[in-house]
């Protein structure tokens, strides 16, 4: 019986996940060992929406945690996600700016890059992909799964076929909503495996509460790996988490051996470092989320769909929203809801339900219909593509979009001279996605403030630390539950 | 294939596991007809502690609510939890109060009594289970899991053939603690349906987040049933919710299909009722708990006892208590660490790590081990057994513990009619069971208190309502993410 390994993500998936990427470098040292000494499959370190976070909110150079994190975790190959043709940002880049930053990431250690498209468009991973075959690393591609009628077993399995065909190490069937079911679940695997002897990895959510069943489908399919967590950054709107994932598998014929008093120890500190984060963890965001399977939607689209009608006084039209998506979904190819394209769908059904269907295209729309993401799994629907042509007076990208990007290495490192900003390859590709945040990261415009460490004064109840009483408005720090929140408070009558 | 069948236990185990039992008839009957049309195998509506909360906190008869139930939900079999010789309480009445019990409970409506005993000893059931027959109703047999060297699936397996012999129309494989684990739950229903052709329901609990892929292991094994809950009073410390266990068998060839619409109605509704039993509701007990994992002890348990621990100024021995239970419960047979057994065997590892091992054996370790809740799993360990018979200076039972207890039916009226409480087979078995809360319910010393309910002020975010500041002590309603509490604040320099 083959062994099956599972993967940790608590550096990366985990705190994005669950605590809005907010995990700090000096939070995640001290765990850096003990997960290295733990023998997972990889360590998912990196990549992401992590390189966004350390630039934006935690004032860190990201190749920096990279180096530091390798050092601490030396034996363990370390893994990140990579979006292709996006890098770790939302549009495309120019090849060489993709070549530089795959490169640039292997030199600082990275070994194992899991590389999607959202679109499932699989000319978007293809320089990514060489570039770390270049780099001699590991190339894994991704599947992203959606359900819609075009997301049938044996198309993402065709995907797969790509993948080998671009010469990729493992394949990773990424379920980013938590939407796989352990029928179909075993069915993709065993399709894949029935083709292919390469590794396959599973990734989801447990944010509909099936992530876990679909794990122990997708191991009695002969699935290679899992990707598991540690709580508190698990579970919920994460992966499940190691102990578990482990439990679950008692008896079985693969069963795992992590150790588990380091798994306790590892959890005990994870609840430390997210008492310190307490501001960014949702109250909910680690339970059974079945709006999900309810809507057919990644949940958290229907919180923020629930603010934008607030916002556009249009809260009373919730159902007919809900009933649109679909509809935008379909003429736009059955794009997967995934970040973007979930905001992409929503909002353009909140705007065919205000303004009539396809009344009032959005921008996002008409770039999407005219190819500029990529290939859609579907066709786009004739009537919205012609609007699309009339309103941009541009025709549809039919190539791979990033074949129309001008190389931007030389101009970078220019720029990055003229800024003042040591003008190496890392610089520059973080420059390329993240320019603000990267000339503040070199010239901050004033110190930067403190990192906020909240320690939660009193658990169980609520407590209340009250300034004393001395105007109309009055701030409090309140905590509640081990959750801080900074209110204040106006008497108005 | 076998169709597959969900029983539902919203009413029952849903509000027991989730909101403390106090789920009214009133919030109830709403939802019982939308539940009955449903189709479910079975709705459990009564039993357990419904019973005991109804009389102790809702002023309610508990017959009055099956009456009322039963006439809401007419098409649907309705189902009760009942515990043996214990009826619904926690130690064992006389053979003529088991048979009234059932009788009654028979003649107001009820169709399928699950009938178990936390100890698994067969004798504890007899009564119930003859009851239930002689009343033409179908008798559930109910096998405890729970983990030990000696609760291997053949010998769970056996308790399976004492309950075919005793003619049982089904079995139940009943996970109080959520501690089985997909592999050994397959084993145990195969091993169950290689030698029995009655139908086999499991019912588990989410605590440790492992049910819904146990479910899904034993419907492949051939389980005729699991139980599902309505969010949200399911997940976590409950079972599965419908929906949930409903996509996980998406494209399985048993796959159910209970109405998606008419399911997302109840949840809107059950939504409802939760907020208003807000202050009842742990804000973490939907969540997953690998506590239960981590110590292999149910999750409440370790709450309880973090409390005992800090009162007995004992916090700082926790790990040493922890692994003190494995000692108890192997001295004890193994006993399930279930209530009241959980808090017997918890309560006497705190002694002996306080006093040392065995030095002081409290009252509820002496019973246990002279037999008086019946027969413990495995044997009593010879020091243990010397100490209880030494310091009670009683013999072990050795035979049915019921057989020593003496009818007691006609004083029961007799004491009913002395307090002037109408002396009905009802009302006898309440009063035997909950002599104080049945004379309160009848007698009633003052008004009852209205029944608690709180509106959230606001979602999202913390609010305040305070009032004027004017004094050194200050109360305050606080809604934080729609839960409200009731706190007061001293200004203290």
């Known amino acids: 019986m083959k062994p099956l ?57 990201p190749f920096t945690r990279l180096d530091q994190l390798k050092a601490a975790a030396p034996r363990t190959p370390h893994m990140m996600l990579l979006r292709g043709q ?20 292997a030199k600082h250690g990275m070994d194992v890059f899991r590389v999607f498209d959202a679109l499932n468009d699989a000319r978007n991973l293809r320089t990514a992909i060489r570039s770390v075959k270049a780099a001699g690393k590991h190339a894994q591609g991704a599947i992203c799964y959606t359900t819609s009628p075009v997301h049938t077993p044996e198309k993402l399995a065709a995907l797969a076929d790509e993948l080998v065909a671009m010469e990729c190490d493992s394949i990773c069937i990424k379920d980013m909503a938590g939407l796989l079911s352990p029928r179909i679940t075993y069915d993709l695997v065993k399709t894949i495996k029935s083709r292919h002897t390469l590794p396959i990895v599973v990734h989801s959510h447990e944010t509909a509460g099936l992530a876990l069943a679909s794990y122990m489908a997708a191991i ?22 190691t102990v578990r994932m482990q ?40 339970r059974v989320d079945s709006d999900a399977l309810c809507y057919q939607v990644p949940g958290g689209m229907l919180s923020n769909f629930r603010t934008q009608l607030v916002e556009m006084k249009m809260a009373d039209r919730f159902n007919d929203v809900m009933a649109e998506v679909p509809v935008v979904r379909e003429a736009l190819g059955w794009i997967p809801l995934v970040t973007p394209t979930s905001q992409i769908v929503g909002t353009q ?24 993401y990529g290939r859609p799994p579907g066709p786009i629907k004739p009537e919205v593509l012609a609007l699309a042509r009339k309103q941009s007076g541009q025709e549809p990208v039919t190539g791979r979009p990033a074949d129309l990007l001008a190389p931007r ?23 390329a996605m993240f320019p603000r945040e990267t000339e503040a990261f070199y010239h901050p415009k004033a110190a930067a403030p403190a990192p906020v460490v909240v320690t939660p004064v009193a ?35």
């Open 5 to 61: 390994v599972f993967n940790n993500t608590v550096l990366r998936d985990g705190h994005q996940s669950l605590a809005a990427t907010r995990m700090t470098t000096a939070q995640m040292l001290p765990a850096a060992a003990p997960l290295d000494a733990l023998g997972f499959g990889a360590l998912e370190t990196w990549g992401g929406a992590t390189i966004d976070s350390c630039l934006r909110f935690l004032n860190e150079n």
């Open 86 to 105: 996006n890098i770790v940002q939302y549009t495309s880049f120019p090849d060489d700016v993709v070549e530089t930053f795959v490169r640039c990431s």
């Open 220 to 241: 009695d399919a002969g699935a290679d790996a899992v990707d598991t967590s540690v709580t508190p950054f698990a579970n919920g709107t994460g992966q499940p988490d």
């Open 247 to 286: 439990a679950a598998l008692a008896g079985h014929p693969r069963e795992t051996h992590y150790d588990p008093r380091a798994l306790f120890e590892l959890r005990k500190y994870f609840e430390g470092v997210a008492a310190e984060l307490t501001k960014f963890m949702s109250p909910a965001n680690d």
């Open 349 to 372: 059904a909140m705007l065919n339900v205000k303004f009539g269907r396809w009344k009032n295209l959005a921008q996002a729309t008409i770039d999407i219909a005219l190819g500029k």
């Open 409 to 431: 290495m030389p101009a970078l490192r220019e720029e990055l001279a003229t800024k003042k900003i040591p003008p190496t390859d890392e610089n520059a590709v973080l420059f």
């Open 459 to 493: 658990a169980g109840n609520a407590s209340l630390n009250p300034p004393p009483f001395t105007g109309k408005i009055s701030r409090y720090a309140l905590t509640v539950d081990e959750r801080r929140y900074e209110t204040s408070v106006e008497v108005i009558n």
